[in-house]
């Protein structure tokens, strides 16, 4: 008994020395495991629109202007981007994120676009505007090929420009493609594909003039969106990265505040197409 007990002993005490000692000839690299750790990054991003149908409705008027177009509100290349104080003027995402094992992790974040209605536009009408609004009053029937423009902003300017804010948690998946490029020390770099999904608020600070009334600009939980993306993320020196995502989605919007009076409100969906880029951090807690 006693020399079998030894032998397993000294068979064990072999085992983890040969172990420590391909450990040492192979050590495990840091980008080899992602469970446990916290990422977080920071970018700007450029969108496109769907045209959308917009309904407003308060007193003395209901109705909808028909395939409004907008774009969004770019601000190049700027130093607003790492400045506190002005971060929220250029179109920016913000994201805080944990791995539960290699290759998923959950996240939550705030895209902060910018939705502007075009100006110059005539666009369909359907509805009725009341004799409180003289310059705009009249019965407008959806098939009646009635149409207003928009252009000298009398009528209607609308945008969400601080911003659309899309308040979001995702839940993705993370895969190492560096063996497809012959990248062999990932600690230096590491070439990551990215597909995940998301859903969340919109809380939008609504910029509008509507029918000669006083401007609004204030914030308002608005409704809600889905999202689905895909990206390619750049890890170097371990804890350093950088991320380039397509990420596509569906707002809707039932509750828009459009002047300071609650009874005033606005209701649209659409789609969107943001192009992001990001630069972040990856560490271990």
């Not at 000839?25 to 700007?44: D, L, S």
């Amino acid at each position: 008994m006693k020399k079998i007990l030894f032998s397993f002993i000294t068979f064990f005490a072999l085992t983890l020395v040969v172990s420590a000692q391909e450990k040492a000839v192979n050590p495990v690299k840091y980008t080899a495991h992602n469970k446990g750790k916290m990422f977080i990054f920071w970018g700007g991003n450029r969108e496109s629109f769907s045209k959308s149908d917009i309904h407003f409705k308060g007193p003395d008027y209901d109705f909808t202007l028909y395939n409004v177009q907008a774009n969004d509100k770019p601000k190049g290349w700027n130093i607003d981007y790492i400045n506190p104080a002005r971060m929220t003027i250029p179109q920016t995402n913000l994201r805080i994120g944990y791995f539960i094992n290699d290759h998923y992790n959950i996240s939550i974040g705030v895209d902060h676009m910018k939705y502007v209605m075009i100006q110059n536009q005539t666009v369909e009408i359907g509805g009725v505007v009341g004799a409180s609004y003289p310059d705009h009053a009249g019965v407008y029937l959806p098939s009646g090929n009635h149409t207003v423009d928009l252009t000298d902003g009398t009528f209607l300017k609308f945008e969400h420009t601080d911003g659309l804010n899309y308040v979001n948690a995702e839940f993705s998946r993370v895969d190492d493609i560096s063996k497809i490029f012959k990248i062999r020390n990932t600690d230096k770099f590491q070439l990551n594909i990215t597909e995940g999904i998301g859903t969340g608020i919109l809380y939008p600070k609504t910029n509008a003039t509507l029918l000669g009334k006083e401007r609004h600009d204030d914030f308002n939980v608005s409704g809600f969106g889905i999202s689905a993306k895909v990206g390619l993320n750049l890890t170097f020196f371990k804890y350093f990265f950088v991320e380039a995502e397509m990420k596509g989605g569906y707002i809707n919007m039932n509750d828009i505040r459009t002047t300071k009076d609650a009874a005033d409100s606005a209701s649209q969906h659409f789609l969107f197409l943001q192009r992001i880029i990001a630069f972040g951090g990856i560490f271990r807690i």
